[in-house]
């Protein structure tokens, strides 16, 4: 400062350090910013509280399992509706049928016959 007046900063570092150095001023309590053109330092902020509750943990942990686990439980949901709807419909048979062991057993040896 000369004259009681501020001194402009000619450079674009400097300037960015000046306004810097002005926001922490402005920013922090008073008798807290001595030495502040030396070195920045920013104010602490306030101690997030560590721990939730223990609703809060279970839930996004359940929430978490359902994420996860939807897609594979709608994909075996699939295959049963598809594998029922197959059978019945484009096979005439009953549906009962198709989820029987007797029906697999004689599909796998169609598949794989010695031929």
Known sequence: ?????????????????????????????????????????????????????AGRTFGRILWTAFKILIVPILCVLALILGLAAGYSVLGGRPVAEAFEVQTWKHLYDLVFAGG
């Open 1 to 53: 400062m000369t004259d009681g007046h501020p001194v402009r900063a000619s450079s674009g570092v400097a300037r960015q350090e000046a306004d810097a150095n002005a926001r922490i001023r402005y920013l922090s309590p008073p008798g807290e910013c001595e030495g502040v053109e030396s070195f920045m330092t920013a104010s602490p902020r306030p101690a997030r509280s560590a721990s939730r509750s």
